[in-house]
């Protein structure tokens, strides 16, 4: 038995002096701060520090097997651990094969096992031609499927232009489907070095339209829809109306959207790009306000790294490089600083990175501090600030470097013990039994 004495600890959504007593995996109580547990070894907080939840990732490429060069599980979820990330979902595309089967699925799970440093579960895919895969996806122990509405940069895994019948199919055995939501026919080709011509490219209006497309059909449907990545704020009103209207939609942003800024990025610099792009700043303010107001339900990384190579560093050609940013590993401090500047606190940062989060995928025991809840703690000295250096993830490409930032993970506990440098304990989860 462990009991964590904190005099801030980020409890029932809000920061308080408190106890917390792990018995195994799971936490058994949640005490006053100087409550007499017997028997117990102590881990006695420093003032600077405060006891928060590992907060839970639904949105990280990981692209093993098949790419791995890109990422792999154990460099991904040593990453996630050293951020504070206890809990990560994989996204069934840019692995090979992709999720889209049951087949696949196993495949992806075999590359995981023994492997993760952190607790993974799975997206399945729904691509052209697999709606009759989704019920069995599902049944395998998918958190949901994912659907592109625009190419998704990968040839193996086609978008879903006409998303109606994987929503229909999704309603009948009322499951998720979480989309990439841009409209191609308001996308053109990009070039060369200059941001603003690659943000000109992708449209925020691409974002509102295919979006408009989504809640319709979610709304025909009964469908359960999850938005990934917004990045236009223009779509806040629709989306708001939408579910005042009684459909079953949710949406994230992402680090990136709420820290970066279009006016900041230099020509060339393609570290920075990514689908949808970083907007204006005008933009980032509109969407910290929905999610101050809660139409924005969570914040994810949107982890989508690759190869150098594939960035094309060299070039600068924004219309050439991968679009991915990332940032598992700092999403946590990156979201931190930014809110800390607006006046939000610890404890509203965790709400929308880990409690919602696993919420959206019904991980009843994770996200929170709460008894019966699993162990997943996480040490954060919110004050320390430190400039972003080193990197666990396979290749510490990242618009983040050298900036300095608040927020520094001290320590991460998975299940009751330790994340350190001895085997990994990550498990490998399935929905309804986490």
Same mark, same amino acid.
């Given at each position: 038995?462990?009991?964590?004495?904190a005099?801030r600890?980020v409890?029932?959504?809000?920061?308080?002096?408190?106890?917390?007593?792990?018995?195994?995996?799971?936490?058994?109580a949640v005490l006053?701060?100087?409550?007499?547990?017997a028997?117990?070894?102590e881990?006695?907080?420093?003032?600077d520090?405060?006891?928060?939840?590992g907060?839970?990732?639904?949105?990280?490429?990981?692209?093993e097997?098949g790419?791995?060069?890109?990422?792999?599980?154990?460099t991904?979820?040593?990453?996630?651990a050293?951020?504070g990330?206890?809990t990560? *979902?994989?996204?069934?595309?840019? #692995?090979?094969?992709p999720?889209?089967?049951?087949?696949?699925?196993e495949v992806?799970?075999k590359?995981?096992?023994?492997?993760?440093? &952190?607790?993974?579960?799975?997206?399945g895919g729904?691509?052209?031609?697999? /709606?009759?895969?989704?019920r069995?996806?599902?049944?395998?122990? *998918? $958190?949901?499927?994912?659907?592109f509405?625009?190419?998704?940069?990968?040839?193996? $895994?086609?978008?879903?232009?006409?998303?109606?019948?994987?929503?229909?199919?999704?309603?009948?055995?009322?499951?998720l489907?979480?989309a990439?939501?841009?409209d191609?026919?308001? &996308?053109?080709a990009?070039?060369?070095?200059?941001?603003?011509? $690659?943000?000109?490219?992708?449209p925020?209006?691409?974002?509102? #339209?295919?979006?408009?497309?989504?809640?319709?059909?979610?709304?025909e449907t009964?469908a359960?829809?999850?938005? &990934?990545? +917004?990045?236009s704020?223009? #779509?806040?009103?629709?989306?708001?109306?939408?579910?005042?209207?009684? *459909?079953? &939609? #949710?949406?994230?942003?992402?680090?990136h959207? @709420?820290a970066? /800024?279009?006016?900041e990025?230099?020509d060339?610099?393609t570290?920075?790009?990514?689908?949808?792009?970083?907007r204006?700043?005008?933009?980032?303010?509109?969407l910290?306000?929905? @999610?101050?107001?809660?139409?924005?339900? +969570?914040v994810?990384?949107?982890?989508?790294?690759?190869?150098?190579? @594939?960035?094309?560093?060299?070039?600068?050609?924004? %219309?050439?490089?991968?679009?991915?940013?990332?940032?598992?590993q700092?999403?946590?401090?990156?979201v931190?600083?930014?809110?800390?500047?607006?006046?939000?606190? @610890?404890?509203e940062?965790v709400?929308?990175m880990?409690e919602?989060?696993?919420?959206?995928?019904?991980? /009843?025991?994770?996200?929170?501090i709460?008894?019966?809840g699993?162990?997943?703690?996480?040490?954060?000295?919110?004050?320390?600030?430190?400039?972003?250096?080193?990197?666990h993830?396979?290749?510490?490409?990242?618009?983040?470097a050298g900036?300095e930032?608040?927020g520094? *993970?001290?320590?991460?506990?998975?299940?009751?013990?330790?994340?350190?440098?001895?085997?990994p304990? %990550?498990?490998l989860? /399935?929905?309804g039994?986490?």
């Open positions: 038995m462990i009991v964590f004495r005099d600890a409890v029932d959504g809000v920061q308080r002096a408190a106890a917390v007593v792990v018995e195994g995996e799971r936490i058994a006053p701060r100087d409550a007499a547990v028997g117990a070894r881990v006695v907080l420093a003032a520090e405060v006891l928060i939840p907060l839970v990732d639904t949105h990280v490429h990981v692209n097997p790419r791995t060069e890109w990422e792999g599980f154990a991904a979820t040593r990453a996630a050293a951020g990330v206890t990560i *979902v994989d996204m069934p595309l840019n #692995s090979l094969p999720t889209v089967d049951v087949d696949a699925l992806k799970r590359a995981a096992d023994g492997r993760c440093a &952190v607790d993974v579960g799975f997206w729904a691509v052209p031609g697999n /709606t009759g895969d989704l069995a996806l599902h049944d395998a122990g *998918v $958190f949901g499927v994912k659907a509405l625009i190419d998704s940069g990968v040839p193996e $895994f086609p978008p879903l232009l006409d998303p109606g019948p994987a929503l229909r199919e999704v309603a009948a055995f009322d499951g489907l979480i990439h939501a841009e191609g026919a308001l &996308v053109t990009a070039s060369g070095r200059r941001y603003a011509d $690659f943000v000109a490219s992708r925020g209006a691409s974002e509102d #339209s295919a979006i408009a497309l989504l809640l319709r059909l979610a709304g009964g359960r829809v999850h938005v &990934v990545h +917004l990045s704020a223009g #779509s806040l009103p629709q989306l708001a109306a939408a579910r005042a209207a009684g *459909v079953r &939609v #949710s949406v994230e942003t992402c680090p959207y @709420l970066l /800024t279009a006016e990025v230099p060339g610099d570290r920075f790009k990514c689908c949808p792009p970083v204006g700043s005008a933009n980032r303010d509109a910290w306000a929905g @999610l101050a107001d809660g139409t924005v339900d +969570l994810v990384s949107d982890h989508s790294p690759c190869t150098p190579e @594939l960035k094309e560093l060299d070039s600068g050609d924004f %219309g050439a490089a991968w679009g991915g940013i990332a940032s598992l700092l999403s946590l401090p990156v931190w600083t930014e809110a800390r500047r607006r006046g939000h606190d @610890l404890a940062v709400r929308w880990a919602r989060p696993a919420a959206l995928v019904g991980m /009843t025991r994770k996200g929170r709460a008894a019966g699993d162990a997943d703690l996480v040490v954060l000295a919110p004050d320390e600030a430190f400039t972003v250096g080193a990197l993830h396979r290749h510490p490409i990242t618009p983040y900036r930032l608040h520094r *993970v001290r320590a991460t506990w998975l299940r009751g013990a330790p994340v350190d440098d001895g085997p304990r %990550g498990r989860l /399935t929905r039994e986490s």
